[in-house]
């Protein structure tokens, strides 16, 4: 039988039995070797804290209204970083072919059938290891946070949160061209960002707050800045570190009020400008020339050239069954997790 992740109940996660979906035309059926987990999203399941779990989606009006949630406990089928191998074809798919081994979204789940069309274009290369295509949504947003904000060379930066997107982000704004002051709380997510590329790397809690040193050291403010930590006190410590008039993308996952964001302080004497950055859409401005499959394909090359080496961000690699111990340690805040990885019974034995 296939398996799901399955999110049961706040606090609650486990590896259930599925149906198997049938293989109808235009569809292919691809047995999950890998499944990476992106821990700002997924945590707001585990814990209950997701906009989807408590009021319902208004797609055409575009706003959350009170009601039945649009998603209830148990909820299946989180996920969008998975890698693996084409198992079945459709009678009328010519691409991918059975053996191909490609990336996509489709859920922390052993068995998919999905349309070949989606994934035609996403097939590995035989020499790659497979675990990168885990990065290729993770990559994707981060990519698009730095071009949200708006990075140019000599630029300087202030990315807030060096996670795994931020961390890639961070390599990105650097490939781009930009100084980057790398933000955290963890010793060990700063000495990597170093490694991937910030000229300098500063301590969240240090006196006075990242934001005044980063606008002392760089005499008058950062350009621009990224938050991917989700966490309001951070996003008002970005929105102090940049110049007058300066960027902010705001691009983590922020849950429930904003108490630490305080409108009335550097936001408005500063004239800030803060924008939305969210994996749905692209910067406005660079619509007609970007997308996300564009997104995805530079990321990847990217990370297959050697450009960004998101194979250094792997920490955890892990059995699917034990799915339920890695969101306890997420949850906890285990310093020692950057990106952890969901291994499923099809994928070959690691060397």
């Not at 992740?5 to 706040?10: A, H």
């Not at 061209?177 to 010793?187: C, K, L, M, S």
């Not at 170093?194 to 980063?214: H, K, N, P, Q, S």
């Amino acid at each position: 039988m296939p398996h799901i992740v399955q999110f049961t109940e706040p606090g609650r996660v486990e590896l259930v039995e599925t149906d198997a979906a049938p293989l109808s035309p235009g569809m292919v059926r691809v047995a999950t070797w890998y499944s990476g987990i992106s821990a700002g999203t997924e945590l707001t399941a585990y814990r209950g804290t997701n906009p989807y779990l408590n009021a319902t989606w208004d797609a055409e009006r575009r706003l959350f209204v009170p009601g039945q949630p649009s998603f209830a406990y148990p909820v299946q089928g989180w996920g969008y970083s998975e890698v693996g191998q084409v198992v079945e074809v459709a009678d009328d798919v010519t691409a991918p072919a059975v053996g191909d081994v490609v990336h996509g979204i489709w859920g922390h789940r052993s068995d998919a059938v999905l349309p070949a069309s989606a994934l035609a274009w996403r097939v590995m290369p035989s020499s790659a290891d497979p675990v990168l295509g885990t990065f290729a949504r993770v990559g994707s947003i981060a990519l698009n946070a730095v071009l949200a904000a708006d990075v140019r060379l000599g630029e300087r930066v202030a990315i807030f949160g060096q996670g795994v997107i931020g961390l890639l982000a961070t390599r990105l704004a650097s490939l781009s061209g930009g100084r980057v002051y790398a933000v955290d709380t963890v010793a060990g997510r700063l000495a990597k960002a170093a490694e991937f590329g910030a000229l300098e790397t500063v301590d969240a809690l240090r006196d006075g707050g990242a934001g005044a040193y980063i606008r002392e050291r760089t005499d008058g403010g950062a350009d621009s800045a990224i938050e991917l930590s989700g966490a309001d006190r951070a996003l008002h410590e970005a929105v102090r570190s940049v110049v007058v008039e300066g960027l902010v993308a705001a691009s983590g996952f922020y849950q429930g009020g904003a108490a630490n964001l305080r409108l009335g302080e550097e936001f408005h004497h500063n004239r800030v400008r803060i924008v939305a950055s969210q994996i749905s859409g692209v910067p406005v401005g660079l619509g007609g020339r970007w997308d996300q499959p564009r997104l995805v394909r530079t990321v990847m090359d990217l990370i297959l050239s050697g450009a960004v080496d998101a194979g250094a961000l792997v920490s955890d690699v892990v059995d699917a069954r034990e799915v339920a111990d890695v969101f306890r340690r997420l949850d906890a805040g285990d310093p020692g997790i950057l990106q952890a990885v969901l291994r499923f019974d099809a994928a070959p034995e690691r060397s």
